[in-house]
């Protein structure tokens, strides 16, 4: 039942008024609480509290994935409820949790179908409001998914969309006819615009007799975000989760708000002999021109750090955090996500630049960490190595012989420059990158559409390995995805009281970003510039000693002199921080010697 005509396009945006579907409506609408108790202390809060985000290290969790507690082999809420003690001792600041709204679950929880609910599987709004209030007790800050490039087929705005053209919400999503479309044929798709997960992004509706545009599966609609009525309604469900007093949000595929509005082709790809590249579910490939990264996306992200600014101005300044998912081509665009003094955008854009070089390459990596510190204006960088879509660090950076010590190298240069930091679920144990071997064990559908090139993000999915039983502590039932191997040997209980383990080393970095002025405050300045086998850095703060970090990036021993002219501008005695197991305590910084991937960290004297 539809009575959506009466004030038209402008309270449609502000509300779920007379929406389609009773039911979601209601559930819409459930227990928005009061204004939580804890944003409303009158005392001012402290230092650590305010702009939090600026030295933090942020957690994604992969609620399918992390702890399940009711035996149904799908984490839950009250899974991570449960392992917050875990993640303290960490020492993590904030989780992130990827989407845990109601779906039908095509894309685990990326197409939404409420965005002001949880999905019965992973728990009720209580669960939710539990582990906010356990995570506060713990200073963990909680991060909610916001996907504002789609929705689910399956959301009311989408049902109600596709069933007339003269429906009010048909507006909120992009419909187009097709090319030479009659009376008895559909005609072509508008262009040659492709799905992220392959062959064309527009699909046919017999109902209307359009199509509808999808950047990734085809039951995720793309919004129209030059409709105001969406701008809207995002605002209003940002504040929803405002109030039940989330630290944040991370922003799902941002750059994609926007296509071309002249609909024009996208260019093709092509290699050196001008022929079509290919992708891995047989389309060539393009070039994105007209489908990211399109104007307009900085706008619609300065009105929603308006409203979360505006939210916290009431209660604390600097306390909430946005986050980007921003995969970019160059430090010049992912300059332009922080926006400007006057219009503000995202505190922290992820940058890709250089957390997917993908190859351990020094010469790069300098560069991107200079950049990094150098041509954001200031601001602060938020480094990444892999998550919930990407391969882990063993698969794209491992050589299959030394892939812990580059492991524990990569978390070197992660935890120890400036900067927050992003950890995916895992990572700090080790954990592997264990895609699956035949198609029909497959369950993303990414993997099923492109195999066997494209065997989808089942393998860097697998539940947390929390100890080696068969289960991996993960579940009493079933688990949706199966336990690797690795389990044996990489887990939490194996690895928590060994010193040299990788969950001691990911601890120690952490400790280090906490306790140590330098790593706290400090600028990175590249030490030893021409060296293309290690990557030298200082950290140096007002105030404080400096530290220096040195990380081997070969498989092979290295030396290097960091006193020498040029090199370390007159770094002389070294207080050995932190060093990988097995790596020689240096006197002084003309002589660290690093084994195979080794790792240095020293306070100058």
């Known amino acids: 039942m539809m009575c959506l005509a009466a004030e038209g396009m402008r309270r449609l945006g502000r509300a779920f008024v007379c929406m389609t579907l009773a039911a979601a409506l209601a559930a819409g609408a459930q227990t928005a609480p009061a204004k939580a108790k804890a944003e409303t202390k009158s005392a001012s809060p402290s230092a650590s509290e305010l702009n939090w985000w600026k030295n933090a290290v942020i957690y994604e969790v992969y609620p399918r994935s992390f702890q399940d507690t009711n035996g149904d082999g799908v984490g839950d809420l009250n899974g991570i409820t449960r392992r917050l003690d875990y993640l303290k001792q960490l020492g993590v600041d904030a989780i992130w949790l990827t989407p845990v709204y109601p779906s039908p679950q095509v894309d685990f929880g990326y197409d939404i179908s409420d965005y002001r609910n949880i999905d019965p599987q992973y728990g009720t709004l209580a669960d939710f409001n539990r582990l906010v209030a356990e995570a506060n007790k713990r200073h963990i800050r909680v991060i909610m998914d916001m ?126 002999n001008g022929k079509p590249v290919i992708n891995a579910y047989g389309d060539p490939k393009l070039d994105g021109s007209k489908t990211d990264n399109q104007p307009g996306v900085n706008a619609v992200v300065a009105e929603m750090r308006a409203t979360a600014d505006q939210f916290a101005s009431t209660r604390f300044p600097g306390t909430r955090v946005l986050i980007g998912e921003t995969y970019l081509p160059n430090i010049a665009e992912l300059r332009k996500m922080y926006g400007t003094p006057a219009k503000p955008e995202f505190e922290l854009p992820m940058d890709t630049q250089v957390g997917f070089i993908d190859k351990l ?176 850095w200082m950290r140096q703060a007002s105030g404080a000693p400096p530290a220096i970090v040195s990380v081997n990036f070969t498989a092979e021993p290295q030396t290097v002199n960091l006193a020498a002219a040029g090199a370390g501008a007159g770094l002389k005695k070294l207080k050995t921080l932190l060093k990988t197991p097995g ?19 020293g306070q100058v004297q």
């Open 147 to 272: 996907v504002m490039n789609h929705t689910s087929d399956q959301h009311p705005w989408f049902l109600a969309s596709r069933s007339s053209r003269d429906n009010p919400y048909r507006n909120w999503y992009v419909w187009h006819d097709g090319k030479g479309e009659t009376a008895t044929s559909k005609g072509e798709p508008p262009n040659n615009w492709q799905s992220l997960f392959g062959h064309s992004a527009w699909q046919w509706d017999p109902r209307t007799r359009q199509y509808y545009y999808h950047k990734f599966y085809i039951q995720q609609p793309d919004l129209n975000w030059r409709n105001p009525a969406v701008l809207q309604a995002f605002k209003d469900i940002l504040d929803f989760w405002l109030q039940r007093g989330v630290g944040g949000f991370r922003f799902d595929a941002i750059t994609a708000l926007f296509e071309d509005p002249s609909l024009a082709d996208e260019g093709v790809v092509r290699d050196k």
């Open 583 to 601: 790596a020689v305590d240096p006197t002084a910084s003309d002589r660290i010697v690093l084994g195979p991937y080794g790792v240095y960290i």
């Open 361 to 536: 390459d020094v010469a790069a990596f300098r560069a991107r960490l200079t950049d990094a510190e150098s041509r954001l204006g200031g601001n602060v960088p938020l480094l990444l190595f892999d998550n919930h879509d990407n391969p882990r660090i063993d698969m794209r950076y491992g050589d299959g012989v030394h892939n812990a010590g580059i492991e524990r190298a990569l978390a070197a240069v992660l935890l120890a420059s400036r900067g927050a930091a992003l950890v995916y679920y895992g990572d700090e144990i080790g954990m592997k990158t264990t895609p699956p071997r035949r198609k029909q064990d497959v369950k993303d559908p990414i993997g099923i559409t492109g195999w066997p090139k494209e065997k989808g993000r089942d393998g860097e999915r697998t539940p947390m390995q929390w100890n080696a039983s068969a289960n991996a502590g993960f579940t009493t039932g079933k688990p949706w995805l199966p336990v690797p191997p690795s389990v044996a040997t990489i887990n939490v209980q194996a690895e928590q009281d060994n010193p040299n383990s990788m969950l001691a080393w990911y601890k120690s970095l952490i400790r280090l970003r906490k306790t140590v002025p330098a790593f706290e405050r400090g600028s990175d300045i590249m030490l030893d510039t021409e060296n293309t086998k290690v990557l030298s």
